[in-house]
């Protein structure tokens, strides 16, 4: 039987501080109306002063291997996928792994920003086929709040901070990732950057995008991989129980299941409430729907998203 990456468990973790979009409209020239129908955004999680990235993925990976019944120790992988680390070196997933008291393990950060959970999972997918690792925790984490310009009402509004994890397990099996699909594509470098960086500028820097341009692309590009990702599979959109996209407009999921035909009672949204986590927001949208029943062991879930760069990706997967 074919041995693959199978999700035993899942977690997730939001700061404790929740903002309305009434509260953003105190301090931001915005309205609730505004955020509401261009993005369908009503909430969002902001991380307080003990708050960091490495510490809400390290309680998203805790509830995800509680979920699975699976011993931190039992890990030889952490992949964590951020845009945002606690400190440009060392990688966020060693200190994951050390909160969790894993003295020994394969652990590193991969950046693709609102892809990065695509990419991280397709990593540890990869190497638990080749029998590099057996266990992996596969993290998103961000703390977007932080890169921010505050004084931006056209991006200010639209982000969030949080994380989710998943268990990767190799099982020979029915279930497991049957595919992936990953894409990058460097010219639109310009349309969603952060305007500084250790070899730059020095400094972080903050978060700058072209929104409508980004928004036009997202469209076309997730469509296109998401039906590529099922052709790998040799699968079909009417095969399909669930998609969990990246959260990072309503509209843009409404377009994307459109184009596709899909009904959009079989998309996750969690947008309304977690707003744009980056990386994180595909785990939590899985988390959100597996804790409230809606996604069943044995359903077809198609997991998708699109980030700076341009990158982008989508992943079959048998729960
Ligand atoms: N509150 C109130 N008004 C706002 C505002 C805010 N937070 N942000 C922008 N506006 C104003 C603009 O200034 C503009 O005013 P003007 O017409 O007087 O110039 C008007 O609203 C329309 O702005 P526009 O940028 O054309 O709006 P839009 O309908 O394209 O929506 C986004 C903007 C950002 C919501 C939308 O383009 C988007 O979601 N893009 C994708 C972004 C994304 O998801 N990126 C992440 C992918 S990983």
Same mark, same amino acid.
């Given at each position: 039987m074919t041995l693959r990456a199978v999700i035993k468990g899942s977690g997730s973790a939001l700061p404790a501080r929740r903002v309305s979009n009434a509260e953003l409209a105190e301090t931001v020239d915005t309205s609730d109306e505004w955020i509401v129908e261009r993005t369908g955004i009503r909430f969002r999680h902001i991380a307080g002063e003990h708050e960091t990235t490495a510490t809400l993925a390290t309680d998203a990976a805790r509830r995800a291997l509680e979920a699975a019944g699976?011993?931190?120790?039992?890990?030889d992988l952490i992949v964590l996928a951020t845009?945002?680390?606690?400190?440009?070196?060392?990688? @966020?997933a060693t200190k994951v792994q050390a909160a969790l008291g894993i003295n020994d393990c394969v652990a590193f950060d991969v950046q693709a920003v609102c892809s990065g959970f695509l990419y991280a999972m397709s990593v540890a997918d990869s190497m638990i086929r080749g029998g590099g690792a057996n266990t992996a925790l596969v993290i998103g984490a961000e703390t977007f709040s932080r890169i921010l310009?505050?004084?931006?009402r056209t991006t200010c509004v639209l982000f969030g901070d949080g994380a989710g994890a998943v268990v990767l397990q190799a099982e020979a099996g029915?279930?497991?990732?049957l595919s992936v699909a990953l894409h990058a594509d460097g010219?639109?470098?310009?349309?969603?950057?952060?305007?500084?960086?250790p070899s730059t500028t020095g400094t972080v820097g903050k978060l700058r995008m072209r929104g409508p341009e980004v928004f036009k692309h997202a469209v076309v590009n997730l469509a296109t991989v998401l039906g590529e990702t099922l052709a790998k599979a040799d699968l @079909?959109?009417?095969?399909?129980?669930w998609v969990v996209p990246h959260q990072a407009n309503r509209r843009i999921l409404d377009a994307t299941a459109r184009k596709l035909g899909l009904?959009?009672?079989k998309v996750v949204v969690t947008v309304d409430e977690h707003a744009n986590t980056s990386a994180a927001s595909v785990p939590l949208a899985f988390d959100a729907a597996v804790r409230d029943g809606r996604i069943k062991r044995g359903d077809l879930i198609v997991f998708e998203a699109m980030g700076g760069g341009f990158t982008w990706g989508a992943a079959a997967v048998r729960y």
């Open positions: 699976i011993a931190a120790t039992d890990v845009a945002t680390p606690d400190q440009t070196f060392p990688a @966020s310009d505050w004084e931006d029915e279930a497991g990732i010219r639109h470098n310009q349309l969603l950057y952060v305007d500084g960086g @079909s959109i009417a095969d399909v129980d009904s959009p009672d």
